[in-house]
């Protein structure tokens, strides 16, 4: 049967069932998003019949996949229930202090309580909640809108390292997408809110290594755009280089309206969301209070 046949010979009636070219060239991954070898069978890398792999094609540029084939010996396309998932990354260092935090905790409620009242947002959004200090944990798994409960965050941690937070978005997001297609969703790329008030206190090559491990769509197929947020200590240029869509600063410890950007974000993606898998949107114009940095990583901070 299929699943002790070498993959290899399979690949034109995999690309026949996803609707991919006769001669397409695609990678085959599994749940953690590292690639299959097709030279062996599904049994011998681990897939068992009633296992799901990811497929990406080749060769047309960097794009967010969609299908999957391998389910109970058949193969099938995508699902036309589609998905937005969102993720909220949040310092949780000692210097974000009580006030900030209790702020946080409000933008969070109120958050919650916008989306419930926008239906479009409550049929696409999926959101999930990842703090991040001296180490790196999902507070709130990846959940439908409407189930949401915001958990309460707490500063409370000793540094504020960087790298242990992506390689956790890294693998967070890699078992959330297969998790969605597995249940017969089919998601569009996902969008990374990150807010910090400091600087990096792990090693500046380990956690550049590791955010680009995250946000390379040549080398991680879930990779996501990343907004970031940086107010206090954090510098211009260390949050111009984890923002890979837009990134904004502030210099006072005040974090009033970052949530306005998510929401208005959120709303023009889900109304423009179509057949493609990249709807996400930002307005041109920085939130108040916020300075949008420029593009290109300044080579100095501001």
């Known amino acids: 049967m299929a699943q002790h046949v070498r993959i290899s010979t399979l690949r034109a009636e995999i690309a026949r069932a996803v609707g991919f070219p006769p001669e397409a060239k ?5 749940r953690d998003g590292s690639p299959i070898d097709q030279r062996i069978s599904f049994a011998e890398s681990g897939i068992g019949r009633d296992g799901i792999v990811l497929v990406e094609q080749n060769g047309t540029g960097p794009h967010f996949p969609t299908n ?3 389910r109970r010996n058949t193969f099938r396309g995508p699902s036309a229930y589609r998905v937005l998932p969102i993720y909220l990354a949040i310092d949780t260092s000692w210097t974000m202090n009580v006030d900030i935090m209790d702020r946080i905790n409000e933008e969070l409620a109120e958050l919650r309580l916008t989306m419930l009242r926008e239906p479009r947002l409550c049929e696409i959004c999926h959101v999930s909640v990842l703090t991040f200090d001296d ?16 958990p309460p965050l707490h500063a409370d941690g000793r540094g504020t390292a960087y790298g242990p937070l992506f390689e956790l978005l890294r693998t967070t997001i890699a078992a959330d ?24 206190t792990d090693d500046d090559r380990a956690w550049r290594a590791r955010h680009s491990a995250l946000t390379d769509p040549r080398g991680f197929h879930g ?4 907004v970031a947020f940086g107010f206090g200590e954090a510098t211009a240029a260390t949050i111009r280089a984890v923002g890979t869509l837009r990134a904004y600063r502030r210099p006072a410890a005040e974090i ?34 916020w300075e949008r940095l420029p593009d290109a990583p300044p080579e100095e901070d501001a």
């Open 26 to 30: 695609f990678t085959l991954r599994k």
């Open 68 to 70: 999957l084939p391998w």
């Open 135 to 150: 180490t790196a944990r999902v507070a709130l798994p990846l959940t439908d809108v409407s189930r949401v409960t915001m």
């Open 177 to 200: 997408l297969y998790d969605l297609m597995r249940s017969g969703r089919r998601p569009y790329r996902p969008a990374v809110f990150f807010l910090s008030d400091g600087q990096p």
């Open 223 to 226: 990779a996501p755009h990343v």
């Open 256 to 289: 009033t309206s970052f949530m306005d950007v998510l929401l208005t974000s959120l709303l023009h993606s889900t109304r423009r969301a179509g057949p493609g898998d990249d709807p996400f949107e930002l307005d041109d114009d920085a939130p108040p209070g």
